[in-house]
């Protein structure tokens, strides 16, 4: 009879526990969408990959709480998907995840609302999770109440912070509304200057005119030689726009230089052309003028970063065939390996050491590139090709 009152006793504590934790539905993330539509109520989302320790302490610690599991098992549909798998993957694309845990918070046409991150104690979840689940954010879809005029600070604000890595255009739009309103008595933040700064790309765009008639301001935060450097970048912005010729896939040297040299001097001017070109010609796969742009910019290579010489050296590696250009691109990839090793600069200098015929220097590195992978658990396909392509 013991053993059967025993056993009634920890069936009963399992029921306990799992009634006191969050329940988490089992559907698929349209259907999760769909029931907080239908139930008019937001979506709470932990984001989690399996071998992440702080994940599974919030699942054992505080998701159990009873405290939490009342709050959000009464105001949110609750939903969980490992970030590594299945529909986690292209949830973690759409709204930016890149740690864990995360916690994100989507309304019912599955937009987001918020997003956090973190381990947090019982009662920080619970604050949280209040706050996020204001009438404001129920309102429905927030690009129709941004359409419908909505001009609401805090509602811009969170626009802004929400989709400034995974929706640019919708966040610089907010952006433009939010300091279009802001009124010229009040004198700006330093946030708000960060976000004037992270939104405004070129001297045409709506927020250039707050970032010039409110330099005094911005000037009390950052020093004056940055502002002025940032402006000539963002009037710089315009003259790469006319200087590309999109039939030919070119850009006109001449035009930027002649434009360009009397806002910001000679040396800054074929500093931001080169850039422009490198970025214009990889991104159009126009690798001849890749290769001489990449040669001229980097030709005094000391003063360059190792890890951006050793991306211009990659694409060197798959794209260009001249051996000349291909010795400068080993000057480059040693730079990176001797300042650190790790199995992709490795791998990449003894590529270029194969390609440009030294054979033991290619076999040396590709062998340590080998090591440091298996050491690393990192895939090992790319430098195993190499090393039987050298042998």
Known sequence: MKKIISGISIFCAIAIS?????????????????????EKKLVFIDAYASWCG???????NVFTQKSVSDYYNTNFINARFDMEKGEGRDIA???????????????GEGELVSRNTGYMEESMFVAMAQDINSPGNKKGSLKDRFAS????????????????????????????????????????????????????KSSEDTNYTVFASRKAEII?????????????????????????????????DDYFLKT??????????LKKLNQTKLSYYEQNSNFPE???????YYKNSDSFDPNELLRAAWIFVDHVKTPSSLKKATEWAEKSVMRSETSENTYILAKLYHLTGNKEMAKNYAEMSKNIAVQGNKDSQLVDELLKQIK
């Open 18 to 38: 799992a009634q006191e934790a969050i329940q988490f539905q089992e559907l698929p993330f349209k259907d999760i969408i769909a029931k907080a539509k239908k």
């Open 149 to 200: 005029g909505d001009k609401d600070p805090e509602f811009l604000i969170n626009i802004m912070k929400l989709n400034a890595n995974t929706d640019y255009d919708f966040a610089k739009k907010a952006s433009e509304r939010y300091f279009q309103n802001k009124k010229k008595t009040e004198e700006l933040t330093k946030d708000e200057i960060g976000f004037l700064l992270y939104f405004v």
């Open 290 to 296: 890749y290769e001489k742009a990449a040669l001229d």
């Open 220 to 252: 009390k935060f950052l020093p004056e030689e940055t502002y002025n450097e940032f402006d000539a970048q963002l009037k710089l912005g315009k003259i790469v726009e006319q200087s590309i010729d999109d039939k030919n896939k070119k850009i006109n």
């Open 260 to 269: 360009a040299e009397p806002l910001v001097g000679k040396e800054a001017a």
């Open 54 to 60: 702080p994940c599974k302490m919030m699942e054992k």
């Open 93 to 107: 694309s759409k709204f930016g995840v890149r740690s864990y845990p995360t916690y994100l918070f989507l309304n």
